[in-house]
Protein backbone atom coordinates (compact mmCIF):
# COMPACT_ATOMS: atom_id res chain seq x y z
CA UNK A 1 0.00 0.00 0.00
CA UNK A 2 1.21 2.95 -1.16
CA UNK A 3 1.40 5.93 1.53
CA UNK A 4 2.24 9.52 1.45
CA UNK A 5 2.22 11.58 4.53
CA UNK A 6 2.60 15.73 4.63
CA UNK A 7 3.86 17.38 7.45
CA UNK A 8 5.08 20.99 7.99
CA UNK A 9 1.98 23.18 7.08
CA UNK A 10 1.65 26.12 9.66
CA UNK A 11 0.22 29.75 9.71
CA UNK A 12 3.10 32.54 8.71
CA UNK A 13 3.35 36.06 7.90
CA UNK A 14 4.14 37.82 4.69
CA UNK A 15 7.39 37.66 3.49
CA UNK A 16 8.22 33.93 6.09
CA UNK A 17 9.23 30.71 5.15
CA UNK A 18 7.97 26.82 5.31
CA UNK A 19 9.32 23.69 4.54
CA UNK A 20 7.22 20.91 3.84
CA UNK A 21 7.67 17.05 3.73
CA UNK A 22 6.00 13.98 1.98
CA UNK A 23 7.15 10.58 3.63
CA UNK A 24 6.86 8.07 1.10
CA UNK A 25 6.15 4.53 1.68
CA UNK A 26 5.42 1.58 0.05
CA UNK A 27 6.75 2.02 -2.56
CA UNK A 28 9.17 1.97 -4.80
CA UNK A 29 10.91 5.14 -4.20
CA UNK A 30 13.51 5.94 -7.13
CA UNK A 31 11.04 4.55 -9.53
CA UNK A 32 8.11 7.12 -8.61
CA UNK A 33 7.64 10.41 -9.30
CA UNK A 34 7.07 12.83 -6.86
CA UNK A 35 5.18 16.13 -6.97
CA UNK A 36 3.47 18.80 -4.65
CA UNK A 37 -0.03 20.36 -5.43
CA UNK A 38 -2.41 22.99 -3.52
CA UNK A 39 -5.83 23.91 -3.55
CA UNK A 40 -6.91 27.41 -2.21
CA UNK A 41 -10.82 27.09 -1.17
CA UNK A 42 -12.99 27.24 -3.86
CA UNK A 43 -10.41 26.94 -6.41
CA UNK A 44 -9.09 23.75 -8.55
CA UNK A 45 -6.48 21.86 -6.93
CA UNK A 46 -2.43 23.40 -9.14
CA UNK A 47 0.86 22.17 -9.42
CA UNK A 48 3.46 23.51 -7.57
CA UNK A 49 6.65 21.58 -8.40
CA UNK A 50 7.95 17.69 -9.18
CA UNK A 51 10.84 15.80 -9.09
CA UNK A 52 11.32 14.32 -12.41
CA UNK A 53 13.77 11.64 -11.87
CA UNK A 54 15.63 10.49 -8.51
CA UNK A 55 18.40 12.55 -9.95
CA UNK A 56 16.75 15.33 -8.72
CA UNK A 57 15.76 17.59 -11.87
CA UNK A 58 13.10 19.99 -10.95
CA UNK A 59 9.94 21.51 -12.55
CA UNK A 60 8.13 24.22 -11.03
CA UNK A 61 4.88 26.59 -11.78
CA UNK A 62 5.16 30.37 -12.67
CA UNK A 63 3.94 31.42 -9.08
CA UNK A 64 6.60 28.60 -7.13
CA UNK A 65 9.88 29.95 -9.24
CA UNK A 66 11.99 31.96 -7.75
CA UNK A 67 10.74 31.20 -4.33
CA UNK A 68 10.29 27.69 -3.59
CA UNK A 69 12.29 24.65 -3.71
CA UNK A 70 11.54 20.99 -4.11
CA UNK A 71 14.12 18.51 -3.04
CA UNK A 72 14.50 14.96 -1.87
CA UNK A 73 16.24 12.99 0.28
CA UNK A 74 16.54 9.55 -0.99
CA UNK A 75 17.47 7.46 2.40
CA UNK A 76 14.58 8.48 3.91
CA UNK A 77 12.29 8.35 1.19
CA UNK A 78 11.29 11.68 1.45
CA UNK A 79 10.68 14.75 -0.81
CA UNK A 80 10.71 18.25 1.07
CA UNK A 81 8.91 21.87 -0.37
CA UNK A 82 11.04 24.77 0.83
CA UNK A 83 8.55 27.64 0.58
CA UNK A 84 10.13 31.50 1.14
CA UNK A 85 8.73 34.80 0.45
CA UNK A 86 5.36 34.09 1.08
CA UNK A 87 2.57 35.27 0.17
CA UNK A 88 -0.89 35.51 0.92
CA UNK A 89 -2.21 33.82 -2.00
CA UNK A 90 -0.36 30.78 -1.15
CA UNK A 91 -2.58 30.05 1.27
CA UNK A 92 -3.51 27.04 0.25
CA UNK A 93 -3.64 22.85 1.29
CA UNK A 94 -0.84 21.28 0.43
CA UNK A 95 -0.87 17.82 -1.40
CA UNK A 96 2.29 15.39 -1.95
CA UNK A 97 1.29 13.73 -5.36
CA UNK A 98 2.99 10.65 -6.53
CA UNK A 99 3.02 8.57 -10.02
CA UNK A 100 4.62 5.74 -11.60
CA UNK A 101 7.64 7.65 -13.43
CA UNK A 102 7.18 11.26 -14.89
CA UNK A 103 3.69 11.95 -16.15
CA UNK A 104 5.20 14.45 -19.27
CA UNK A 105 5.59 18.17 -19.59
CA UNK A 106 1.93 18.61 -20.29
CA UNK A 107 0.80 16.10 -18.26
CA UNK A 108 1.73 16.55 -14.68
CA UNK A 109 -0.03 19.63 -14.10
CA UNK A 110 -3.25 17.81 -14.52
CA UNK A 111 -4.29 16.10 -10.71
CA UNK A 112 -5.65 13.31 -12.51
CA UNK A 113 -2.99 11.56 -14.09
CA UNK A 114 -1.66 11.53 -10.78
CA UNK A 115 -2.12 7.74 -8.71
CA UNK A 116 -1.49 8.62 -5.47
CA UNK A 117 -2.04 11.39 -2.84
CA UNK A 118 -1.18 11.91 1.01
CA UNK A 119 -4.14 13.69 2.98
CA UNK A 120 -2.77 16.72 3.03
CA UNK A 121 -1.28 19.93 5.54
CA UNK A 122 -2.35 23.44 5.88
CA UNK A 123 -0.64 26.77 4.70
CA UNK A 124 -1.97 30.40 5.83
CA UNK A 125 -0.28 32.95 5.51
CA UNK A 126 -1.44 36.21 6.97
CA UNK A 127 -0.28 39.80 5.90
Known amino acids: QVLLAETGGASVQVGGSLKLSCAASGLTYSAYCLAWFRQAPGKEREKVAS????????IYSDSAKGRFTISQDNAKNTVYLQMDMLKPEDTAMYYC????????????????????WGQGTQVAVSS
Open 97 to 116: AGNWGWPGLAEWSDPNVWNY
Open 51 to 58: LLDSDGST
